[in-house]
C-alpha cells in the first residue's frame, strides 16, 4: 500500500537477491568441486528441508508471542482484580452527595470511596445529619426516599413517614389544640431507622455496620457546633424555654448554664452507645428490644402521659410506593406520592409548560397562579390507606396535562380573587428538615429528605438519645373540616417533602439530576423554581439553587401575599404589584435546595448557601 501521510510502510518487497541469499544461508553445500552443478544450486531435497527448517523456527516463534501474550493478559487480569478488592476503587469526578451539613456531606463521599454506592452515602449521611443536626432530623423522625437507577430506568419510593399511634384520640386534642406540636401527645411513631435499613437491605454495597460507625463514632467523640443550629438557637421562632428545661439542654449548654455556640463541642455518648446497638443489632433493638421499652417508659412517665404503646412500635412498617411523573419539555420528573407534595410540585410543571416562559413579570405572575392553584388541590392529598380511591384520584387529576390546560384557560392577567382557588385551610408550618441528594458512578440516584416536624421535635429525649418528633402537629387541626388529612389512628400527616428526579428522556447520558429541599411548605416552591431556572432558564445548577425565590400558598391571613427574597429583580416585583400581588419582602430563607446534577461524566453538586453549614462533595 502506497503512503498517503496516514500510513507507514509495514515491509519492503522481497527481490530475487533476497531470496537467493536465504538459500545459500541454509545447509550444507554437498556438491564436489568437480560436480558438474554449480556449487550454489542445491538439491530439491536439501532445499525442503531448508524450508522445513525455518518453518519450524517460525511455529516456534510464534508459540513464544502466543504464551507471552496469555501470560501478559493473565498478570494484567489479576493486578485488576487485586486493585478492585484490595486497593480504593478508580472512581474519578463523576459522583457527589450533599445536605445541609458538609461533614456529613463528607461521610457519603467515604462510603463511595470505600466502594459503597448512592444508598449506602445517602444512609450514612442521614445517620451523620441525625448526631449533628438533631433540631431537623433524627431516628426519631421520618421522612422519603426516592431510589432511582438511571441506567435501568427504575424508580421506587420508601415512604417512612411517622404514624400516629393507635390509641390516639380526637378527643385529646378538644381542650388544647397546643398538644399537637407540644408534649407526648404531639409524638408520632417513627420510621427513620426503619425506612434507612430496607432501603440499605435492598440495595446497600457495604455492610450495615460500615454505614452507621461514622455517626456513632461523631457522637461519642464529639462534634463541633454548626451555623445552623446556633441560626436556631438564636432565632425568635425557638422555643428556648421549653428547650432549656428539657434533657437536650445538658449536651447544648456550657459550664454556666448558657447555649453554646458557633465551633463549640457536643458529646452525645447517650445517643453513641444507641447507634453501636443499632449497628450490631439493626432496626429491631429499636422497634422491639431495649430501645423501645426506653421510648415507651418515657412517654409513660411524663406529667402528661402519652400513648404510645410498644405494639406500635413493633408494628410499625415502610411503604413502598410507586413514584408520581411528568414530561417537561423532553425531561421526565418524578417525585413522591401522597402523603407527600410530589403531585403539588407536578402540577406546577405542567401548568407553565403551555407558556412561553421569560424572566419578567408575566412569567412570574403566572408561577405564582400555578403555586395558588397547586396548594389549593394539596387539600385533596393525605395518607393513600385511608380514602383510597379519593386520593388516588385526585393525584391522578392534579398531574394529568387536561387539568393543567383547564386550569389555564381560566387564569387572567390580574391576580383572582380566592375565592375561585378553593382557599386552603391551613397548611403547618414545620421547621426541622433535612435533606440529602446523591448520584454514583453507576448512576444510581438517591434523594431523602427526612424530618423531627419542628425543630428538635418535641424536645423530648429518651434516655437511650433518641429525640423524638412533634409530628402529630402535621394533621389538620380539630375541627377544620378536611377529613382527607384528618387525625385517626394509624394514618400518616400530609408532608410538604418532594424528593425529586429529572432526567432528559431518553438520552442517557443527558442531564439527570437528584435535588430536594427544606422547610416546611416553602420546599415545594423551592424545588419548582430550581428547576424551571435550570431547564427553561437555562441557568447553571449553582445558580439555579441560589438565586433569590418568591412564594405564595393561598393561605389565612393575607392568602394573596407573595413573599419575595432580597435581592429578588425589583422591576418584576413592581409589575406583579400592579397586577394585583401583594409584595412582602423577606431574608433569604425561604427554602434550602440540594441537588447534584450529572452531564455525561461531568458532576455537579451544590447545596444552598442559605443554610449555613451546608456543603457537598464529589470525586475529584
Not at 426519631?140 to 437507577?149: I, P, T, W
Not at 404503646?309 to 410506593?321: G, H, S
Request: charged share 20%; glycine share 10%; net charge negative.
Amino acid at each position: 500500500m502506497a503512503s498517503d501521510g496516514k500510513y507507514e510502510k509495514l515491509e519492503e518487497p522481497i527481490s530475487s537477491g533476497d531470496k537467493a541469499e536465504l538459500l545459500d544461508n541454509v545447509g550444507t553445500p554437498t556438491s564436489s568441486p568437480n560436480s558438474d552443478e554449480p556449487h550454489h544450486v542445491k538439491k530439491p531435497k536439501e532445499v525442503l528441508l531448508a524450508g522445513k527448517a525455518i518453518l519450524e523456527d517460525q511455529s516456534r516463534g510464534l508459540r513464544i508471542i502466543v504464551l507471552s501474550a496469555v501470560v501478559f493478559s493473565v498478570s494484567i487480569t489479576i493486578a485488576l482484580i487485586l486493585s478492585i478488592y484490595l486497593g480504593p476503587p478508580q472512581i474519578g469526578a463523576n459522583a457527589g452527595v450533599t445536605c445541609g451539613i458538609k461533614k456529613c456531606s463528607d461521610v457519603g463521599l467515604q462510603m463511595m470511596e470505600q466502594g459503597g454506592n448512592a444508598v449506602d452515602a445517602a444512609v450514612a449521611s442521614m445517620f451523620c445529619l441525625g448526631v449533628m443536626g438533631a433540631e431537623s432530623s433524627g431516628l426519631g423522625g421520618g421522612g422519603f426516599m426516592l431510589v432511582h437507577d438511571h441506567k435501568n430506568d427504575k424508580s421506587e419510593v420508601f415512604d417512612f413517614r411517622e404514624t400516629a399511634p393507635s390509641q390516639i384520640k380526637h378527643s385529646m386534642f378538644t381542650d388544647d389544640e397546643s398538644r399537637m406540636t407540644f408534649g407526648t401527645l404531639s409524638v408520632g411513631i417513627p420510621g427513620e431507622l426503619k425506612g434507612m435499613e430496607a432501603a440499605h437491605q435492598r440495595y446497600g454495597k457495604l455492610s450495615w455496620k460500615s454505614v452507621v460507625n461514622p455517626a456513632a463514632d461523631m457522637a461519642r467523640n464529639g462534634f463541633h457546633l454548626d451555623g445552623h443550629t446556633e441560626y436556631v438557637f438564636k432565632s425568635p421562632k425557638f422555643k428556648k424555654e421549653a428547650f432549656m428545661n428539657s434533657k437536650l439542654a445538658q449536651y447544648y449548654t456550657d459550664a454556666n448554664g448558657d447555649l453554646k455556640t458557633l465551633g463549640d463541642i457536643i458529646v452525645r455518648p447517650d445517643l453513641a452507645r444507641t447507634l453501636d446497638k443499632i449497628a450490631d443489632e439493626g432496626s429491631t433493638v429499636f422497634y422491639t428490644g431495649s430501645v423501645a421499652d426506653d421510648i415507651v417508659k418515657e412517654i409513660a412517665n411524663s406529667d402528661t402521659p402519652g400513648v404510645i404503646n410498644k405494639q406500635d412500635l413493633a408494628n410499625y412498617n415502610v411503604e413502598m410506593r410507586d413514584v408520581v411523573k411528568t414530561k417537561y419539555h423532553g425531561y421526565t420528573v418524578e417525585s413522591i406520592p401522597a402523603p407527600g407534595s410530589g403531585p403539588v410540585l407536578l402540577s406546577i410543571l405542567n401548568f407553565v409548560e403551555g407558556y412561553q416562559l421569560k424572566q419578567d413579570n408575566m412569567t412570574y405572575h403566572r408561577i405564582l397562579e400555578a403555586f395558588k392553584f397547586g396548594y389549593a388541590q394539596r387539600q385533596k392529598l393525605g395518607d393513600p390507606k385511608f380514602n383510597t380511591d379519593y386520593i388516588a384520584n385526585a393525584s391522578n387529576v392534579m398531574i394529568s396535562k387536561d387539568e393543567a390546560a383547564r386550569l389555564r384557560n381560566k387564569t387572567t392577567n390580574v391576580t383572582m380573587d380566592t375565592n375561585f382557588y378553593n382557599m386552603m385551610i391551613g397548611l403547618p408550618e414545620d421547621q426541622g428538615t433535612q435533606h440529602v441528594s446523591v448520584i454514583d458512578p453507576a448512576e444510581l440516584m438517591v434523594t431523602v429528605t427526612t424530618s423531627v416536624n419542628e425543630w428538635f421535635g418535641s424536645m423530648i429525649l429518651a434516655d437511650s438519645g433518641i429525640l423524638l418528633n412533634n409530628v402529630m402537629g402535621d394533621f389538620n387541626k380539630v375541627g377544620s373540616g378536611n377529613k382527607i388529612n384528618s387525625l385517626e389512628a394509624g394514618k400518616r400527616p400530609l408532608s410538604s417533602m418532594v424528593p425529586t428526579i429529572v432526567y432528559e428522556t431518553g438520552h442517557l447520558c443527558g442531564v439527570r439530576m437528584a435535588c430536594g429541599a427544606v422547610n416546611g411548605t416553602r420546599i415545594i416552591t423551592g424545588v419548582a423554581q430550581t428547576l424551571l431556572n435550570n431547564v427553561t432558564f437555562g441557568m447553571n445548577l449553582d445558580k439555579s439553587i441560589q438565586s433569590p425565590r418568591i412564594h405564595s400558598q393561598l393561605t389565612k391571613p393575607g392568602a394573596l401575599v407573595v413573599e419575595a427574597e432580597e435581592g429578588f429583580p425589583a422591576p418584576i416585583l413592581t409589575g406583579l404589584e400592579k397586577m394585583g400581588h401583594t409584595i412582602q419582602m423577606t431574608e433569604k430563607k425561604q427554602s434550602g435546595v440540594y441537588g447534584v446534577l450529572k452531564i455525561k461524566d461531568e458532576i455537579e453538586a451544590v447545596s444552598d448557601k442559605r443554610i449555613s453549614a451546608s456543603g457537598s462533595a464529589v470525586f475529584t
